[in-house]
């Protein structure tokens, strides 16, 4: 579904990322890990269109996203849970959602994406009219999620999405993206807590310094002495 080769991005005159390189299946659920500064949200921005590339290559469904913008990436299928939600904090629960589904074809059938969007989070229902800015860490991050859902997208992508968000509800969020997931969107995750990234998704990616460094499922990176030196702390 989604193919990373060699990916090279700037901001500016700084590279952000080197040489990243990525694949990932239909219906898989892969990690993206490392340090902060790593350039695992610059590879996110990427994938979506908000950073142009230098050099690499990024195909979605076998066709190439180089030179894609977002809302023509966001209209094929893809969707990023950015780092921070980024809400309209003066606008209701409710219009942030709608806010997922401007492109046209979302737009003609939000009924149906909305209804899921309230089943997975109850309390986005009851708190539809209420000012996104008003509600807790944990209930933002429900809102970041339903608006990405809300456009229908075959590919999630989800920025450190438990920033912020209390124990409880980071299990309540990881109980709804597991049944997201059962239903056939494939997800790449971006997760500080190496723990909770391996526990799951299926595979996993390590960036350093913009590099792509490691690749393996969860046995195996778990088993490598140099992720686990650098991201379990054991020696």
Known sequence: MLNITNLQVDH??????????????????VGLLGANG????????AIVGLYPSAAGS????????????????VAGGIALVPEGRRLFAGMSVLENLLM????????KDIEGPLDTVMALFPILKQKAKQNAGELSGGQQ????????????PKLLLLDEPFI?????????????????????????????????????VERAY??????????????????????????????
């Open 206 to 235: 390590v960036l350093e310094n913009g590099r792509t460094v490691l690749e393996g499922n969860r046995d195996a990176l778990l088993n490598d002495p140099s992720f686990a030196a650098k991201f379990l702390g054991l020696e």
């Open 141 to 152: 991050q429900m809102v970041a999620i339903g608006r990405a859902l809300t456009s229908s």
């Open 38 to 45: 790593a350039g695992k949200s610059t590879a996110m921005g």
């Open 100 to 107: 997922g589904a401007f492109a046209a074809k979302t737009r």
């Open 58 to 73: 990024i195909e979605y469904d076998g066709k190439p996203l180089t030179r894609s913008s977002t809302a023509q990436t």
């Open 12 to 29: 500016g005159k700084l590279r952000a990322l080197w040489d990243f390189s990525l694949r990932v299946a239909p219906g898989e659920r």
């Open 164 to 200: 912020g968000v209390a124990p409880k509800l980071v299990d309540e969020i990881l109980d709804a993206l597991r049944l997201i997931a059962s239903g056939g969107v494939t997800m790449v995750l971006v997760e500080q807590n190496t723990h909770r990234a391996l526990d799951f």
